[in-house]
């Protein structure tokens, strides 16, 4: 994310019940690789990056910036959360000409199916929500990719618009926090 409203990055780590939300370090390098080489983590974003590439362009410390986490289990990095801005250029937007907060994630296949996503997503928009008050989140997804549309509506997404991009139609959500979730 460009702008964390002067926020200090990188927070504390944040702990969930099963997972640890943190900073990427040195150690992370080859499970990112792993996830970002993964045809099936890429199924529905235009296919993995070839590995040799990802060997000699991943930095040291991969994904380090502010609104990148590291998500990690058991001491393991299993997948990542992100907070950035969207480009006020690309399609879905709930103003026009605004860079909108949008959260993305990306899990190690073996992880999938098991609730880390929902708890990583959540512990990650509990922490912008503190973060940025009353700032919307917004979250795009293929309409194709039903397991993320699942996860979206459960994190409390309300679908604002559908949308032709990368030649797929998009699920585009938004999320106003937990004042408006009923409490929850």
């Known amino acids: 994310m460009t702008d964390l409203g002067g926020v200090d990055w990188p927070p504390a780590p944040i702990r969930t019940e099963r997972l640890v939300l943190r900073e990427t370090e040195a150690r992370d390098r080859a499970a990112f690789i792993d996830l970002f080489a993964s045809p099936q983590v890429y199924a529905y974003l235009g296919g993995p990056t070839a590995r040799e590439d ?14 990148f986490f590291a998500i990690e289990l058991d001491g393991a990095l299993i997948g990542i959360v992100t907070l950035d801005r969207r480009d006020a250029d690309r399609p879905g937007h709930l103003q026009d000409g605004v860079e909108e907060a949008e959260i993305g994630y990306l899990l190690q296949p073996r992880a999938w199916g ?12 509990a922490w912008f929500a503190e973060a940025v008050p009353g700032e919307p989140v917004v979250l795009c997804t293929q309409t194709a990719n039903e397991r993320s549309v699942r996860l979206a509506t459960k994190l409390g997404f309300t679908e604002v618009a559908r949308f032709e991009e990368f030649g797929a139609e998009q699920w585009f959500g938004v999320h106003y926090g937990p004042s408006d979730q009923g409490g929850q």
């Not at 990802?54 to 609104?67: D, F």
């Not at 098991?114 to 928009?125: I, N, Q, R, V």
């Open 54 to 67: 990802l060997e000699r362009t991943t930095a040291a410390i991969p994904g380090r910036r502010p609104g």
């Open 114 to 125: 098991l609730g880390y996503a929902t708890e990583a997503c959540t512990a990650a928009l």
